[in-house]
């Protein structure tokens, strides 16, 4: 594996017409370059704070996830709040149980598994 983004580059086109001839195909202009690195211990950012566990890799999204999972649980954890709040009228009506708890599987169990 190249870590040189520049090669990742030229290879993109040559592997975008072998992945298609099985059947897989990529959208270039989507394409993103992610450098995956764990910091050095004691190693900082420009602004002096320590690097280890914050960097910028964490925060990237790929296919509706980011690539850190602690941070991807704490994402779809307020994204599942978000959904239930945003519902909260549906809460306190008098709906019957079953009829909330297929709500609550519809409306916010799905955003907060697969958002």
């Known amino acids: 594996m190249d870590e040189d983004e520049e090669n990742l580059r030229q290879i993109l086109p040559m592997a975008t017409e072998i992945l298609k001839s099985w059947n897989l195909f990529v959208n270039e202009d989507k394409t993103d370059f992610t450098h995956v690195y764990l910091a050095k211990s004691g190693e900082k950012?420009?602004?002096?704070?320590?690097?280890?566990?914050?960097?910028e890799w964490r925060k990237s999204i790929t296919l509706g996830s980011m690539l850190c999972s602690k941070a991807d649980i704490q994402r779809r954890i307020s994204l599942g709040y978000a959904?239930?709040?945003?519902?909260?009228?549906?809460?306190?009506?008098?709906?019957?149980?079953?009829?909330?708890?297929?709500?609550?599987e519809v409306l916010v169990v799905s955003v907060l598994m697969y958002y």
Not at 45 to 55: A, I, R, V
Not at 86 to 98: G, Q, S, T, V
């Open 45 to 55: 950012d420009t602004n002096g704070k320590p690097l280890t566990g914050s960097e």
């Open 83 to 104: 959904a239930f709040n945003k519902y909260r009228k549906a809460w306190k009506n008098k709906i019957p149980l079953k009829k909330c708890l297929i709500l609550d």
